[in-house]
């Protein structure tokens, strides 16, 4: 298991930048909505993928082209964990 410090140095300004607003917006995402976050770079499902391999990302077991922030993110970013309470899929 690579460490916390570790997998946060590997991220790049624009993803620390679509995390901070992922966190912002209720930390759910779908991979359209995140292309419309991340306004650099053509490849936003490699790092969509990038991020879920590194742990600051999660699909939603019954939703799974909803993304939602984990523990990791909230932890990186020094916020508050109640940004990824589990909602109802109506919700999300």
């Known amino acids: 298991m690579v ?3 570790n997998r946060s140095s590997c991220l ?3 993803s620390q930048q679509f995390l901070r607003l992922l966190v912002a917006l209720g930390g759910y995402c779908t991979a359209v909505q995140a292309q419309e976050l991340i306004t650099t ?3 936003v499902r490699a790092r969509l993928k990038m991020l ?3 742990g600051f990302l ?3 077991t019954k939703y799974p ?3 939602q922030v984990t523990k990791s993110t909230t932890r990186l970013l020094q916020r508050d964990s109640s ?3 589990r909602h109802t899929l109506s919700t999300v």
């Open 58 to 60: 999660r699909r939603i």
């Open 52 to 54: 879920e391999r590194l």
């Open 41 to 43: 770079g053509p490849q």
């Open 83 to 85: 940004n990824r309470r």
């Open 12 to 14: 790049d300004e624009v």
């Open 3 to 5: 460490s916390f410090r």
């Open 65 to 67: 082209v909803v993304y």
